[in-house]
């Protein structure tokens, strides 16, 4: 299957300094230099290289891929990214009372410089897309490939600065009431391919002119913030708070516009199989066809959101306390690729017809959040404590897509966010038992995530596959329409099936921890750890198979990626404390 291993080694040195230049006056200064570096190579191959170094055994490692309605065969994701991170900060804080209430001002800067370079050797033997489970028969045309893929190695590097300061005030203007206020300002130089025009494609691309003018210098964020005390007792809090907050970009997000030429993408609609190039060398094809390039908006800018909160903390008993929360988040300027250089509808034509397709990376991807949180805390009394926390919330992103057939070209759509869980329930405890022994749990619950529902195949010729078909929006499989689902695949002579057939799995899981601490002399002591990791050995899997024209349609084939304990897992520890 379509899988690849991952690794990541990482080092770091820290360096701090704490100094208090008198009884209202202390300065935190902190260094670091950090070293990661992400190693994805072909599926049990375990590679590491150095980026840019391209030898046979890395090509021999990647297979050819295909990709069909209910299997993606063949592994061929290969990239290389070290990261050196070097860290200067500082932080001032200042306590001035009966300045019309105490204050404590704190005063804050923060340089990085990072050494980034990062390669790819994605789909370098190539990757061929069917709309059948059923193998190749030169004599079925249903069977043949409706596209093929492939691109050469790519490689670069680009250093980045990042620069913050910052200004804030806790003040407390009166017993009961503190309030925050602050504000900082955040600037990224290099990770927008300020330096594209020094680059020689061997052709003229007229969207870099201007490009030494990239940047986003006017990131200022203001923060605000309070929370008071009704009674001045310490049992009814309610507190709120703003803040704009700008995202740093990531530099390989931008890679693509530095390394198009490298990789010589090729993109063939309806090919023939197995040779997509009918013996023509794969040289003398991109020599003569025009290029797929990808292109940076001039007008490219940090992401930034904004923050609103509000909530009200009480206590129930001196050891119980309920707090109801309320937050919305509405984010803008985040990325989004589109091809600016799609046919015009009436000629077919292309806008830049020396290019196929230009991919642009631009500001305009949207998203709102907002969610209720609701949280019972009891504190460590009588040998145990426990926390019970609920969210309902809705997460929804804004941005162009290209696959409903009944708009022409790209159009703006609202839909649900891929990280939209409408209910999470999470509890932990921790109990004291006797003779020292320490027993905690967590449990985590999650409702299901959405999911795609998708033909399968392009539908309008225009080299974009998995187009919807009638009916049907994107990301809508939690709520699938299944007279629309029906329909389609009763045109493509498939069984029909019913809302029970279609798998929207939840998450669940459970952890679970035994310590013992042994005391030996003074601050000694030795600490013995059992816990165990799901305990249940719950399989929790991700979303299920969207594609219309597959015979595994609405059925999961996979577990969620990137978490903890996938499978159930025992561990020992041991920790000496002093």
Same mark, same amino acid.
């Given at each position: ?23 209202? /006056? ?12 992400? !190693? ?93 489970? /059923? ?40 017993? =009961?009431?503190? #309030? ?72 390989? #997000? ?24 009918? =013996? ?20 490219? !800018? ?12 009480? #206590? ?32 077919? !034509? ?15 991807? !949207? ?80 409702? =299901? ?21 009638? =009916? ?60 165990? /990791? ?45």
């Amino acid at each position: 299957a379509e899988g690849f291993d991952f690794a990541v080694p990482r080092n770091s040195e820290v360096f701090g300094w704490t100094w208090l230049a008198s009884d209202s /006056l202390m300065n935190e200064f902190r260094f670091q230099r950090a070293f990661s570096k992400y !190693e994805v190579s072909s599926a049990y191959t375990h590679g590491s290289y150095d980026p840019g170094d391209f030898p046979q055994e890395r090509l021999d490692n990647c297979d050819v891929r295909f990709t069909r309605p209910s299997l993606n065969d063949g592994s061929c994701n290969d990239q290389m990214g070290p990261e050196t991170r070097w860290q200067f900060k500082n932080d001032m804080t200042l306590f001035k009372p009966d300045w019309g209430g105490n204050h404590q001002f704190k005063f804050g800067v923060d340089y990085n410089y990072v050494q980034f370079a990062a390669d790819s050797f994605g789909n370098g033997n190539g990757r061929w897309w069917f709309s059948t489970d /059923l193998p190749y028969d030169p004599n079925d045309p249903s069977t043949f490939p409706y596209q093929y893929q492939d691109a050469l190695p790519r490689y670069d590097d680009v250093p980045v600065h990042h620069f913050s300061i910052y200004f804030q005030d806790d003040w407390s203007p009166r017993p =009961g009431l503190t #309030m925050n206020l602050g504000l900082r300002y955040d600037l990224q130089k290099g990770t927008f391919n300020e330096d594209i025009q020094d680059i020689d494609f061997g052709i003229e691309i007229p969207f870099h002119e201007g490009a030494d003018q990239r940047g986003d210098g006017n990131n200022i964020g203001p923060r605000i913030g309070f929370a008071w005390d009704l009674a001045e007792n310490g049992r009814t809090v309610v507190k709120g708070g703003y803040g704009l907050f700008y995202d740093n970009i990531r530099t390989l #997000m931008n890679f693509g516009e530095r390394w198009w030429n490298q990789q010589q993408s090729v993109i063939i609609v309806n090919p023939s199989y197995p040779d997509p190039y009918q =013996g023509v060398p794969r040289e003398e094809f991109v020599s003569t066809a025009p290029p797929n390039i990808t292109v940076l908006d001039n007008a490219y !800018e940090n992401p930034y959101a904004h923050h609103f909160n509000v909530g009200v903390s009480h #206590m129930l008993t001196p050891e119980i306390a309920l707090s109801l929360d309320f937050t919305r988040v509405r984010s803008y300027a985040d990325r989004e690729s589109v091809n600016i250089n799609y046919p015009f509808e009436d000629s077919g !034509e292309r806008p830049y017809p020396q290019f196929a397709r230009v991919n642009e990376g631009r500001s305009k991807w !949207e998203h709102r959040y907002q969610g209720f949180y609701v949280k019972l805390n009891k504190r460590l009394s009588n040998n145990y404590q426990f926390l019970t926390s609920y969210t309902l919330s809705k997460s929804e992103d804004y941005g162009n897509r290209i696959d409903d057939i009944s708009i022409y070209g790209y159009s703006p759509v609202w839909y649900p966010a891929g990280s939209d869980r409408r209910h999470r329930l999470v509890a932990s405890g921790i109990y004291q038992a006797p003779y020292g022994f320490n027993l905690s749990a967590i449990m985590d619950f999650r409702s =299901g995530l959405p999911f795609n529902i998708h033909s399968g195949k392009d539908l309008n010729s225009d080299s974009y596959g998995s187009d919807l078909p009638p =009916g049907i929006t994107y990301n809508s499989g939690r709520t699938p329409n299944i007279e629309s689902i029906n329909a389609y695949r009763v045109s493509q002579g498939l069984p029909t099936v019913t809302e029970g057939d279609i798998a929207n799995p939840n998450f669940f899981n459970l952890d679970f921890r035994l310590q013992k601490a042994f005391l030996i002399s003074g601050p000694h002591q030795l600490q013995f750890i059992f816990q165990v /990791l799901n305990i249940t050995n719950r399989a929790n899997f991700n979303v299920p198979n969207g594609n219309l024209r597959s015979s595994g349609f609405g059925v999961v084939n996979q577990i969620l990626p990137n978490i903890n304990a996938p499978a159930r897992q025992i561990e020992l520890a041991v920790r000496y404390q002093f």
